[in-house]
């Protein structure tokens, strides 16, 4: 599955009603922090990506805030360390290889002896 794939899904029927699922089942506090979040700025976090897309179950995943969120996404062993620190101007989301996957836009970078 590739990164438009993947944002498609998460912009699916299925992956909203696993959103709404969680929240019945744990209710609307980040799962990491404890944090009191609405519900509508709650992420539904995948624990991992050992099974295809559609087939988490509710142990497979957590409501974070984004705070947390990006915090564990800075855990996962996928993701270069030192790509997600950065994040978008327009948005604050971590960029991936310097790209948004929220906006869509890569960010380019001057490199520190440039400037």
């Known amino acids: 599955m590739d990164n438009r794939d993947y944002e498609d899904y998460l912009e699916s029927g299925t992956w909203k009603d696993k959103k709404t699922s969680k929240i019945e089942n744990v209710g ?5 922090c404890g944090s009191e979040i609405q519900r509508s700025s709650l992420h539904l976090h995948h624990k991992h990506y050992e099974k ?3 087939e988490e179950t509710d142990e497979d ?4 805030c984004e705070k947390c969120h990006h915090e564990l996404h800075q855990d996962l062993e996928f993701f270069d360390n030192e790509e997600i620190k950065k ?3 327009e948005c604050h989301k971590a960029l991936i290889n310097n790209k948004c996957l929220q906006c869509g836009i890569e960010i380019e970078f001057k490199n520190k002896e440039n400037k």
């Open 87 to 89: 994040l978008c101007p």
């Open 61 to 64: 995943l957590m409501l974070v």
């Open 28 to 32: 609307s506090c980040c799962q990491k």
């Open 52 to 54: 295809e897309f559609g």
